[in-house]
């Protein structure tokens, strides 16, 4: 008798041995193949050896808490499918981790109908996730941004190397690295570890205990020896984002390692070898921090033996429309629904922004504009302040009349005399924000449809009677001899 080969793995972290046994037994009967950890070490080993589709964490564990852990390994990987264990005091806490990236929590005491539900739920994202474009691909829709990609690749052919990314804050150095790791390594059968750290984030008394780990007694409440982040990274990539942050007295030690590529514990007398590959990020001009006397020059020699320079948003408006539709199908699937299209008028209203704050600020641009649209509309309702504010008032905000249908947009029609008893002119204005953008979004459906009910409630992605109720709130949106049957 053949044995069904698992469809996931999922990494359990509970000290409790019995209650393991039961999530492990319902792991199992959803499909998938259980690895029990009773501890965060056990936990740390067995991510350092492999990666998981799904990692359930219990709080409280003997040696630490899970939603550190889970802080921790979010930052390394955002995409990462976690549920957490907690108790019912901690709740509020738990909410706010979803709110991080976080993809479920589970009350204790949990119901094994409860929790295979959930791991149900986690399935289905992991089948979404691994319908979109693949780890390490970036988009690459412009000229300046295929440099960056045939330099990555070229740099992936050279593990060893050193790469040093710049670039403004959030043109996307973290994605760049990420896609030199997946090009390097993607001809390996096995997972090979990715860790980051933010070294601005990092306390100074901290930072060589972190990256390089520490003896039992190095330091006060070192009750343990700890694995660093050099250890762990073994022969994959360690990224150290905003390297420009290091403090100076640390930078010695920093250049040590990536010179003789070897380091030592805190607290220890043994060297290690490094056989990883080192890929570090800056927002900063290190040339002129080396003149201010902020960064030391030898160092920044060592780092920029192979320069990546990532172009700011604003350089590469082309790629902004496919860079907006990815991130509004990844927002789509963390907040569990379905992924509406862009406007092509707004699509172009994205393009021509200069965004300062770069791919983080456009991110934040369409998740705001995710969440007040509602679910059972197929257009995305751009945020209304950002519009405006997009576009100065001398730029008037394109409206759908029957002459600026674009030609290109599904279903459009050429202007008629039925199209064109649609208003032009809307009270939307007057309206909440959320019942404009849906007050709009209906009024462009009818034109696209030359005022036919039942087409315009499919493209709108409702159903007729839902249509038909707004209609009824707005029947000025009503055209004359309007179609409900054909």
Known sequence: MSVPVPSYSCLLVEDDAGFAQMLSAVVRETGGEPLHCGNL???RAALGRRSFDVLVLDNHLPDGKGFDFYLELSKRNPAQTAILLTGLPEL?????????GLFDYLSKPIEADAFAACL???RTRLAHLKTDLPPGEMVVASPAMREVAQLLQQAARHPAATVLLTGETGVGKDVAAQALHHWTFASQAAATPYLAVNCASMPAEMFEAELFGSERGAYTGAERAREGLAGATREGT???DEIGEVPLPLQAKLLRFLEAREYRSLGSTVTKKFAGRVVAATN??????VAAGRFRQDLLYRLDSFTVHLPPLRERREEVPALAERLVNQLAV?????APKLLPEDAEALRGYDYPGNIRELRNLLERSLLRTPPDVVWLSLDAAWLKHARPASTPIPVATPASVPANLPGAIPATAESAAVPASTPARELPPIEAQEYELIRRALLETNGGIRRAASKLGISHQALLRRLQKWPELRPAGAKEAE
């Open 41 to 43: 070490r056990d936990a």
């Open 92 to 100: 509020a806490h738990a909410v706010e981790l979803t709110r991080h």
């Open 120 to 122: 149900r739920r986690a």
């Open 238 to 240: 360690l990224f150290l």
């Open 284 to 289: 900063r001009n290190l040339a002129e921090e």
């Open 334 to 338: 963390k907040y569990g629904r379905k």
